[in-house]
């Protein structure tokens, strides 16, 4: 035995010398008593702060649990439950306790067959849940369910299923979580009801642009009306003469008069010039009223409040009548460059396209106020399975931070009071409502570029 050390057997039989040399040894236990302390002591702190942070994780679970609207129920693999939260004990009137043992289907409505599926998913889970710490296991698709409420109506529940492991990565059992369907179907009708609303501030604010929009085009479109309307005014008059003369001379030959006297009166009633006339007059006034008629048809097709229905259209006609209206609005006629396609038909809605080609042509026009020797080109290309329509002006372009934010709602480049800021907004819906698109960009000749694109086949997914 070495020097200074203790046996058991010294302290049993007595034998322990206390002499001085036996002072380092009673000094190394009493150092050893004070080591085997402190740690005691340590270890009571380290297990008192871990036992207050494990209460404040327990709280903060249970805070969590209580706050969850939807029903949460946690069981083993026979489907005991094991745990559930404060809108489970709500709905069913029951108390926590009185919940645990019992098994899912003590409280859930399910047939044979639901009942059957669910625990033959948590054999699989419990079989395919068996391997390395960390595999995450398969979860389950949701099925309806119900709840046995407190009043013994049972409440519907969408359930979702997952399963549970424990720290070594085996299943141990599943976790359910239900929303009731009521609520998520409170949600989808406040959803959908929502997307009314957004749809019928779309469409107002789409039939206050045309109505801003045509009450700039007010001066072009009377110009349209005035000329058929003069036409058929000045047929009209020239008809009532007719009629005076053929009128007479009817009167005259209901006396019994000879050839010779009836050719006189053929020629004093100018009968012959009056016949030849007569063809040529009428249809030049029913030329006049249809074209009156085609007018009225496009304003009604423009300002009209009802969603047009899809039809088939000649595009060529849709932007001269355009181009027509926006410049006999203006006092500074601009110098035209057309390059059309005659006889291109789309199928489509023929007054969103119409107005769109007037938005971008006025827009056009008001970036050339003031200018000597404003210009407007309008091009239409064919191109495969889509025809592009560019109307570019001869401004000054379009600033480069302002590309980007063209097509946003309420932006807009002009003095306060001439623009709502609207116009391009609309018009990159009613494109991308036809299947289409609208673009914008700087011309490399100069001046501001808009392209709209519309399929060659028409768009019906929104007819």
Avoid at 195 to 205: I, S, T, V
Avoid at 267 to 290: H, N, S, W
Avoid at 374 to 395: M, T, Y
């Amino acid at each position: 035995m070495e020097r200074g050390s203790i046996s058991l057997m010294d302290l049993a039989g007595g034998s322990l010398d206390l002499s001085a040399s036996s002072e380092e040894v009673w000094i190394e236990v009493i150092r050893k008593m004070d080591e085997a302390y402190a740690d005691l002591v340590h270890t009571q702190v380290e297990l008192e702060r871990q036992n207050e942070a494990l209460g404040a994780a327990n709280r903060f679970i249970e805070s969590v649990l209580a706050a969850m609207t939807d029903v949460l129920i946690v069981c083993d693999l026979q489907g005991r439950i094991e745990q559930v939260n404060e809108a489970l004990c709500y709905i069913t009137g029951q108390r926590a306790a009185d919940l645990l043992e019992q098994k899912v289907t003590d409280i859930l409505q399910m047939d044979a067959a639901q009942q059957a599926r669910i625990f033959w998913e948590m054999l699989q889970v419990d079989a395919l849940g068996m391997g390395e710490m960390g595999q995450k296991p398969n979860n389950m698709q949701d099925c309806e369910v119900h709840l046995m409420g407190f009043d013994g109506q049972p409440t519907p529940l969408t359930m979702s299923l997952s399963a549970r492991q424990d720290g070594d990565g085996r299943v141990v059992g599943l976790v359910l979580i239900g929303r009731p369907i009521g609520e998520l179907r409170r949600a989808y009708d406040d959803l959908n009801q929502a997307h009314q609303d957004l749809q019928q501030a779309q469409q107002r604010l789409v039939h206050s642009e045309k109505m801003a929009s045509l009450g700039r085009l007010v001066a072009g479109v009377a110009h349209e009306l005035n000329n058929p309307i003069s036409f058929v005014f000045g047929n009209m008059h020239a008809l009532k003469r007719y009629g005076a003369r053929i009128g007479g001379y009817l009167q005259a030959t209901q006396q019994p008069v000879d050839a010779v006297q009836l050719a006189q009166l053929r020629g004093i009633y100018k009968i012959e010039r009056t016949m030849a006339d007569l063809d040529p007059l009428i249809e030049g006034t029913l030329e006049g009223a249809e074209r009156v008629r085609d007018i009225i048809q496009d304003l009604r097709g423009y300002s009209g409040g009802q969603r047009e229905s899809v039809r088939p259209y000649d595009l060529t006609e849709v932007i001269q009548t355009a181009v027509q209206w926006v410049t006999n609005a203006v006092r500074v006629k601009p110098e035209l460059h057309l390059q059309l396609i005659p006889g291109l038909t789309l199928r489509g809605r023929r007054g969103q396209v119409h107005q769109i080609l007037v938005n971008l042509l006025q827009n056009a026009l008001d970036v050339m106020e003031g200018m000597a020797a404003p210009s407007l080109n309008i091009c239409c290309e064919r191109l495969p399975n889509k025809v592009r329509i560019d109307v570019r002006d001869a401004g000054p372009g379009i600033d480069a931070g302002d590309l980007h934010q063209l097509f946003d709602p309420f932006f807009t480049t002009k003095a306060v009071g001439k623009g709502t800021g609207l116009g391009l907004y609309i018009s990159y819906g009613l494109a991308q409502d036809q299947g289409g698109d609208l673009t914008a960009c700087n011309h490399a000749q100069g001046g501001a570029c808009f392209s709209l694109t519309l399929p060659l086949e028409g768009d019906e997914r929104h007819g």
